[in-house]
């Protein structure tokens, strides 16, 4: 069997967006990916269905794989003819020991490509309005790991060198080690009212950041009790900051979930993204498709009305008939459908959306397995079944991984289907829909029912919502003021 290929490809430092177009190439043809605890889970959305997920994850002084045990895989999972992903946060190449693992394929004869990635170093402090470099300010910057193999763990380096030559000093995962680099560069000729700051978590929806000095640095985060992953950044550039582009997001700094239930997506998660939360969706689905109808397309243009239930029903229904080569003129039904995404689709195909009509014989009713058996008939009509929506598994143990470190600020369930696969499913992830201390405020929109039975919060509209969460917001800054 011929060997398969290997490739280090950097997930950027957290924003799913920074991803390279070859990074997201390598994960659409991955066989296997070993991924990072600091690579964010939504990248492995582009992997396929059949796609093996292996975690890596390192914690501070916590290891969940050996260095040895995440190359021997990698030699295994290639040696079979795979072609394997090891997807690493920021970028491999920046203290991402990419060299041994890279050398252990080499050994085995294994080929292997790097892909590049943004590092969090440059772009943690862009995110909170600083560049590493600027004419007026520093022409030199140096990226410093802050801790080592020494007995101590303390960074064993020419702080001589560093505190008179380079103008900006970024350390990596260093805020253990934060009153040992700040007591070394002062002992070297820093001033110690040269300005710091250290940025928690950038790029994602929960970065914070917190500014002082050489002098008063270590105080101010424990004050604000920041603790890795961070960047911490040194030098005369950190005055230019005037304010953070992404820290000024109304919603930054709120952990959320979104509840999803499988059939169209729902824009909700990417609208709260785009407000600077950080946000999850639960569950992940995948879809499978279901053995064509051939008896319903013998008679595809005996139906009067043909009733869509959702968006990926219509896109699945014609992909069909083009597959059959059935030729769409054939269709004299009036098309209708449940959503507007199902209506947008539709539309973007030429087709001129009619009224749903009452259900009788005449009727399709075109959808999901779940869709169209839980469609309420009062008269007989026929029934097609596009596709089947399941959970996908792959994602459970990441979703409850990433809840456990960073709690939730809130649960929201934009729609009635999407409340009860939280009623029904949420203790997979430890979530309860009981009331309790421990359990996040949980919002349902348009579901009254629901929030009488288990004290969830029912509002009726989006914008309703936001309302809600900047509300929430203002209040939590008037308490700690």
């Avoid at 978590?201 to 002082?212: A, I, Y």
């Avoid at 449940?338 to 749903?356: D, I, N, P, T």
Wanted: glycine share 8%; hydrophobic share 40%; charged share 25%.
């Amino acid at each position: 069997m011929k060997n398969g290929i290997v490739y280090f490809v950097g997930a950027g430092p957290g924003d799913p967006g920074l991803l390279t177009i070859k990074g997201k190439q390598a994960l659409e043809e991955a066989d296997v990916i070993l991924y990072d605890r600091l690579a964010n889970p939504k990248l492995l959305e582009f992997a396929s269905p059949d796609c093996e997920f292996i975690y890596c994850g390192k914690l501070p002084d916590r290891h969940f794989m050996k260095q040895r045990e995440i190359n021997a895989l990698l030699v295994e999972k290639a040696l079979k003819g795979l072609t394997v992903v090891r997807l690493k946060g920021g970028d491999p190449s920046v203290f991402g020991r990419v060299g041994e693992e890279a050398d252990a394929l080499h050994e085995h004869g294994i080929r292997y490509e790097m892909v590049p990635g943004i590092t969090s170093g440059i772009a943690a402090p862009l995110y909170a309005g600083i560049p590493v470099t600027h004419r007026d300010f520093a022409s030199s910057f140096a990226m410093i790991t802050a801790h080592d193999k020494s007995l101590k763990g303390t960074p064993n380096l020419d702080w001589e060198g560093l505190a008179r030559s380079v103008q900006t000093l970024v350390f990596y995962m260093g805020v253990k080690n934060l009153p040992y680099i700040c007591k070394q560069l002062i002992a070297y000729g820093k001033s110690p009212s040269v300005p710091v700051i250290v940025v928690q978590w950038g790029t994602w929806g929960r970065q914070r950041s917190v500014k002082g000095s050489l002098e008063n640095i270590q105080q101010k985060v424990q004050e604000h009790q920041i603790t890795n992953p961070a960047i911490i950044v040194i030098g005369d550039i950190v005055n230019f900051q005037t304010h953070s582009w992404f820290e000024s997001k109304p919603l930054i700094g709120q952990h959320m979930m979104v509840v999803t239930h499988g059939e169209d997506e729902d824009p909700l998660a990417d609208k709260l993204r785009d407000s600077g939360a950080d946000v999850i969706e639960w569950p992940k689905w995948r879809t499978e498709n279901m053995p064509v109808n051939e008896e319903i397309l013998q008679r595809i243009g005996t139906f009067e009305d043909i009733f869509f239930t959702s968006r990926r029903a219509v896109c699945e229904f014609f992909q069909t008939l083009a597959s059959k080569k059935i030729d769409i003129r054939q269709l004299t039904a009036g098309l209708s459908a449940a959503s507007e995404h199902a209506e947008q689709e539709l539309e973007k195909r030429g087709f001129r959306v009619s009224a749903s009509q009452p259900e009788s014989e005449k009727r399709l009713v075109v959808g999901s397995r779940h869709a169209v058996e839980n469609m309420q008939t009062q008269k007989p009509c026929s029934l097609y079944v596009t596709h089947e929506n399941v959970i996908d598994d792959r994602f459970t143990h990441m979703i409850q991984r990433t809840i456990s470190e960073s709690p939730l600020h809130m649960i929201i369930c934009p729609s009635k289907p999407s409340v009860q696969q939280l009623i029904s499913a949420g203790e997979q992830i430890s979530i309860s829909p009981e009331p309790s201390a421990s359990r996040p405020p949980i919002v349902c929109i348009g579901d009254d029912s629901a929030a009488g039975i288990y004290g969830f919060t029912a509002v009726q509209e989006q914008e309703e919502l936001f309302a809600l969460i900047q509300n929430q917001q203002a209040e939590k800054k008037l308490l700690h003021s």
